[in-house]
C-alpha cells in the first residue's frame, strides 16, 4: 500500500513537471542566456588565485542577474562557463576551443596566466569570438593587432614603470640612496617579461644590477636561491612570485636571516590573501605593488569587500576586482549591443567608456580601450605590509596621494 | 666559498629529505614490481594528516611523528586489502601486472580530487614550534626543520633496512621481492606482504609528510611536484634498493643546491635530467640495483 502510494505520487510529480515544461516552454525561450565562458587556473601552481576570480565573477553576475540581467535582451541573464587551465598553455588552448565549439560562449573571458592568456586570445581571435581579459599582465597580449581582445588591468610595462617611479619617489622623500638592485623572478611568461623591462629601467635609473635570476614556480626548495641572493648583498630585491613560491620564498628569507633593505613585489603571489596567513610576520616591510587595497578610496568599495568577505571568507584582491569589474564591462557592452552577435558585441566593447556604476571599486578613474584593447586608464598602487595592531596588514603607501593617513612608510624597512 | 658551502649543506638536508619521498616508492617497488603512481598521493595525505593534527591539537611536529605513521600504516595496508589486491588476484598468471598500475593511478586521482573537494585548492602552512627557527653553525646558518628532517630520513632509513635484514617479516619481505613463486612454495602469504609493503610503504610518506609540513606547505596537489622527483630517485639509486634511494636523494639535492650558485636555478632541473640520463646509460640498473630478471 505505502509503495503503492508513493509511486503514484511520482507519477503524479512527474506529470505535473511534465505540464509545467510543457506551459513553460515559451516563457524559457524568452528568457534566454548569454553564456560567458571563463579560463582560469582552477587547480595547479595558481589555483588559489583562479579560484578568487571565479568568485569575483560569480558574485558580479548574481548582482548584474539580479538587478534584471541585460535590459536591451529581454533581461537575459548572464551564465558562467568554467574550464579550468591549470596554468598549463596547452590546455588553455583546447579548453578556450571547447568553450568556443563545444558549450557555445559568447564571449571568453581569462586566464590570469600570460602564458595560457597570449594563445588562448589568438583561438578567440581566430574564432571572432570577443575575449575579455580581466588580469594578465603581458605587455604582448594587446599588441598584436587583435581586433576581440580586450585587457581590464594595466599591463606589465606599466607596473614596471610604477615601481621605479616609486623607488625614486621614496628616496627622494626619505633621502636615503639605494643602488645595488637585484631581480628575482618565476621562469614563467610573467616574470620574464617583467625582467626584460627591469633590466632597461634599472640601467635608466642608474641601478647595479647585482643578480639577475629565474626560478622555476614549482620548486620543492628555494633555499639554493636564497643563498645566492643573500651573497649578492642586493639594497634592494625585486620579485615577481605566483602564490606557492611567494610564501617559501619569504618563509626561507626569514629562516636564512636575509633582510635586504627594500623588498618590492609585483603582486600576483605576494597580493594572494593567503600570503599573509601563510607568512605572518616574515612578510613585514615587504612593499608589493597592486591593482587594488581594501583601503583604497573609492566609493562601495568598501561594500563591496565586506560582501566578499562575508560571501567567501577572506578579502577582494586587485586581481578579483579586476575580475569583477570585467564581468561589469560585459554587461554594459552587451547592454549597449543589444544583441549577442559577436561582432556587434566586439564593438560595443570597443566603444566602452564605464565611469559609474559598481564596477568603479577599481583603483582608478574609469575603463575605456584605446585601438589594441587596453584599458587606458588602469592604474597600479603600492603598498607595504605593515604591523598595525598587531597584526600583519597591506597599507596603501604609493601614489603619495593614496597613502593611509596616518602612514610613515619604512624605508628602507630594514638597515 | 661560503655560498657555496652553505648551499651542498642545504642540499644534503633537501637530499635527504627527498630520499625519505622515495623511500617508500622503492620499496613498494622492490616488494611487488609495481610502480605506485599513488605514491605522491599517499605523501600529500601524510602532510595533510599531519597538516591537520598539529593545527587541531597544536602539538609539537616531532610529536606527529609518533602519531601520523602509524595512521598511514593502516590506511596503506587497507588500501592494498580493499582496492589493490583483487586486481592483482585477478592478474595471477601476469608478471609485471599492468593493470594494477592503472589502479594505482586511478588511487592517486581519487586521493587529489577528495583532497580538493575537502579542502580546497589554497596553500595551507601550520606554525610549529620548530617552524622557522635556526641555528648558526660557524658562518653557515641551519634550518631546525630540514635538519630534523635529515635526520629522520637517516633513521629511516637506517631502520628500515634494519628491519629488512633482522625481523622475520623483513625476511618474508626481502623473499618475496626475489622470487614470489619460490616465496609462495615456503608458505610465505603473498597478499600479506603486499599488504605491509604497502603499508610500509604509506607510513614512510607519513613520516616525510611529518618532516615537511613544518616548512613546506601542502595543497591536494602537492605529491606531484615530489613525485616526479621520487622516480628519477629511485631509479638513480637502483629499483628496489633502499641506501639506493638515499643516495640518489642526496645527489639531487646536490645537484639541485649547489649547481644553481653558478647558474640560474631553472637550469639545474635539466642538469639533474641530464646526469639521470648519463647514469642510465652507464649503469642502467642505478647505484645499488642487480640486474634482476623479472
Redesign the interface.
Known amino acids: 500500500m505505502k509503495k503503492g502510494f508513493s509511486g503514484s505520487l511520482l507519477a503524479g510529480c512527474a506529470g505535473a513537471a511534465l505540464c509545467a515544461v510543457f506551459l513553460a516552454g515559451p516563457a524559457f525561450a524568452a528568457d534566454k542566456t548569454i553564456k560567458i565562458g571563463n579560463v582560469e587556473p582552477?587547480?595547479?601552481p595558481s589555483?588559489?588565485v583562479?579560484?578568487q576570480g571565479k568568485q569575483a565573477r560569480e558574485m558580479a553576475v548574481e548582482e548584474i542577474n539580479a538587478a534584471g540581467g541585460i535590459k536591451s535582451q529581454g533581461g537575459a541573464k548572464l551564465e558562467l562557463v568554467y574550464a579550468d587551465s591549470k596554468s598549463d598553455p596547452t590546455v588553455g588552448v583546447t579548453e578556450t576551443e571547447r568553450l568556443i565549439n563545444t558549450e557555445k560562449v559568447n564571449l571568453v573571458t581569462g586566464c590570469w596566466n600570460s602564458a595560457v592568456t597570449y594563445p588562448a586570445t589568438q583561438v578567440a581571435e581566430r574564432y571572432g569570438i570577443p575575449f575579455v581579459v580581466p588580469v594578465a599582465v603581458r605587455d604582448t597580449i594587446t599588441e598584436r593587432g587583435f581586433k576581440y581582445v580586450f585587457r581590464v588591468a594595466a599591463k606589465d610595462s606599466w607596473w614596471v614603470r610604477d615601481q621605479f617611479r616609486f623607488l625614486k619617489d621614496m628616496q627622494d622623500e626619505t633621502g636615503v640612496k639605494l643602488t645595488k638592485i637585484a631581480f628575482l623572478f618565476e621562469?614563467g611568461d610573467w616574470g620574464t617579461g617583467f625582467a626584460e623591462k627591469w633590466r632597461e629601467m634599472a640601467k635608466k635609473d642608474g641601478y647595479e644590477i647585482v643578480l639577475d635570476?629565474?626560478?622555476?614556480s614549482?620548486?620543492?626548495?628555494l633555499?639554493?636561491?636564497v643563498?645566492?641572493l643573500?651573497?649578492a648583498r642586493p639594497d634592494i630585491v625585486m620579485l615577481v612570485s605566483n602564490?606557492?613560491d611567494a610564501?617559501?620564498l619569504t618563509?626561507t628569507m626569514?629562516?636564512?636571516?636575509l633582510k635586504p633593505k627594500v623588498v618590492l613585489a609585483s603582486g600576483g603571489g605576494h597580493a594572494d590573501p593567503?600570503f599573509l596567513e601563510?607568512t605572518?610576520q616574515?612578510a613585514l616591510g615587504i612593499f608589493d605593488e597592486v591593482e587594488w587595497n581594501t583601503d583604497v578610496n573609492k566609493a562601495g568599495a568598501k561594500a563591496a569587500n565586506e560582501k566578499f568577505k562575508k560571501k567567501y571568507g577572506y578579502d577582494l584582491t586587485g586581481e578579483s576586482v579586476d575580475a569583477y569589474a570585467a564581468m561589469y564591462v560585459i554587461a554594459d557592452a552587451l547592454e549597449r549591443a543589444a544583441s549577442t552577435d559577436p561582432q556587434k558585441v566586439r564593438d560595443a566593447l570597443a566603444a566602452t567608456n564605464l565611469t559609474a556604476g559598481p564596477a568603479m571599486i577599481v583603483s582608478y578613474d574609469g575603463v575605456q580601450f584605446d585601438e589594441t584593447g587596453q584599458n587606458k586608464n588602469a592604474g597600479i598602487v603600492i603598498i607595504q605590509v605593515a604591523e598595525i595592531n598587531g597584526k600583519p596588514e597591506r597599507v596603501t603607501v604609493w601614489p603619495k596621494s593614496a597613502r593611509r593617513a596616518g602612514y610613515t612608510p619604512a624605508f628602507p624597512a630594514n638597515k | 666559498m661560503t655560498a657555496v658551502i652553505q648551499a651542498a649543506l642545504n642540499g644534503i638536508m633537501m637530499g635527504a629529505m627527498y630520499g625519505l619521498t622515495a623511500l617508500g616508492l622503492t620499496l613498494i617497488f622492490g616488494v611487488m614490481k609495481v610502480v605506485n603512481f599513488a605514491h605522491g598521493s599517499l605523501l600529500m595525505v601524510g602532510m595533510f594528516s599531519a597538516y591537520w593534527l598539529i593545527r587541531l591539537t597544536g602539538i609539537h611536529p616531532y610529536l606527529a611523528l609518533c602519531i601520523v605513521p602509524p595512521i598511514l600504516f593502516v590506511f596503506g595496508y587497507y588500501l592494498q586489502d580493499v582496492v589493490i589486491k583483487p586486481v592483482f588476484k585477478a592478474e595471477r598468471q601476469v608478471r609485471e601486472p599492468l593493470t594494477v598500475i592503472i589502479v594505482t593511478t586511478g588511487v592517486w586521482y581519487v586521493l587529489d580530487n577528495l583532497a580538493l573537494m575537502l579542502f580546497g585548492a589554497e596553500y595551507r602552512t601550520v606554525r610549529t614550534a620548530i617552524s622557522n627557527k635556526s641555528f648558526a653553525l660557524g658562518e653557515f646558518i641551519i634550518s631546525v626543520p630540514k635538519f630534523s628532517g635529515f635526520v629522520a630520513a637517516m633513521l629511516t632509513a637506517a631502520g628500515l633496512a634494519l628491519f629488512m635484514r633482522k625481523t622475520k617479516t623483513g625476511m618474508a619481505l626481502r623473499a618475496t621481492s626475489l622470487d614470489r613463486e619460490a616465496a609462495n612454495l615456503m608458505g610465505i602469504d603473498q597478499y600479506r606482504v603486499y599488504n605491509i609493503a604497502f603499508g610500509l610503504g604509506t607510513a614512510i610518506a607519513g613520516i616525510a609528510g611529518c618532516v615537511l609540513i613544518p616548512f613546506y606547505y601542502v595543497y591536494p596537489s602537492v605529491g606531484v611536484v615530489f613525485d616526479i622527483r621520487a622516480f628519477i630517485i629511485v631509479v638513480l639509486g637502483g629499483l628496489g634498493s633502499i641506501p639506493g634511494a638515499l643516495l640518489g636523494g642526496l645527489v639531487i639535492g646536490l645537484i639541485e643546491s649547489v649547481f644553481s650558485q653558478f647558474m640560474a636555478s631553472t637550469w639545474t632541473e635539466a642538469i639533474i635530467y641530464a646526469i639521470f640520463l648519463v647514469i642510465l646509460f652507464v649503469k642502467p640498473s642505478g647505484f645499488f640495483g642487480h640486474k634482476q630478471d623479472w
Open positions: 582552477l587547480s595547479g589555483a588559489s583562479g579560484i621562469n635570476e629565474p626560478y622555476p614549482t620548486a620543492t626548495d633555499t639554493p636561491v643563498t645566492k643573500k651573497s602564490a606557492a610564501i617559501l618563509n626569514a629562516e636564512m636571516q593567503k601563510n605572518d616574515n
